[in-house]
């Protein structure tokens, strides 16, 4: 009998956990993602904290939003190139660039802020700055290199 149980209870265990919805059955999200980018190939979801994230590509570039369980528009994310920077963004960009390497550009809307994350890298440390389109640098985080 004892055996029977536990083999009940790993049944409905594991039943639970496969009929559980994934992150990309959240109707509201979906919904909301397939409108605002329509077109876009091989979406892939997750989830962090209470919102839901899904990573994509739109026109060969690789993108990620994030959305509310209701289906509102959080943030918005993709790769950049200097050249797709606003002017005064590329000129501070270039002025990073003669203290350290440009490792990546994120282009980043969240909460309706536009900026840029830019991350560089040199001999002795990695450092992280928010770029905005006027090309104000802020720095987020230095991580000193072993």
Same mark, same amino acid.
């Given at each position: ?12 265990? $594991?039943?639970? +956990? !496969? $009929?559980?919805?994934?992150?990309? &059955?959240?109707?509201?999200? @979906? ?6 980018? =329509?077109? =876009?190939?091989?979406?892939? !979801? +997750?989830?962090? /904290?209470?919102?839901?994230?899904? @990573?994509?590509?739109?026109?060969? &570039? ?9 289906? /509102?528009?959080? %943030? ?9 920077? @606003?002017?005064? $963004?590329?000129?501070?960009? /270039? /002025? ?12 980043? @809307?969240?909460? %309706? ?6 991350? +560089? &890298?040199?001999?002795? $440390? ?21």
């Amino acid at each position: 009998m004892k055996k029977m149980f536990v083999l009940f209870a790993a049944v409905v265990i $594991a039943a639970s +956990t !496969w $009929a559980s919805p994934s992150p990309a &059955e959240n109707a509201k999200a @979906t919904a909301a993602f397939e409108k605002e980018f =329509a077109g =876009a190939i091989d979406p892939q !979801w +997750t989830s962090f /904290e209470d919102l839901y994230v899904v @990573t994509f590509k739109l026109n060969n &570039e690789k993108m990620r939003a994030w959305y509310s369980e209701k289906g /509102e528009f959080k %943030g918005f994310q993709r790769s950049v190139k200097p050249a797709q920077m @606003t002017y005064l $963004a590329a000129k501070k960009l /270039e /002025e990073l660039s003669t203290k350290a390497r440009i490792a990546t550009i994120e282009e980043i @809307t969240k909460d %309706g802020v536009f900026y840029y994350l830019v991350k +560089t &890298e040199n001999k002795k $440390a990695k450092i992280t700055y928010s770029l905005s389109g006027s090309g104000e640098a802020v720095k987020l985080e230095k991580k000193k290199k072993r």
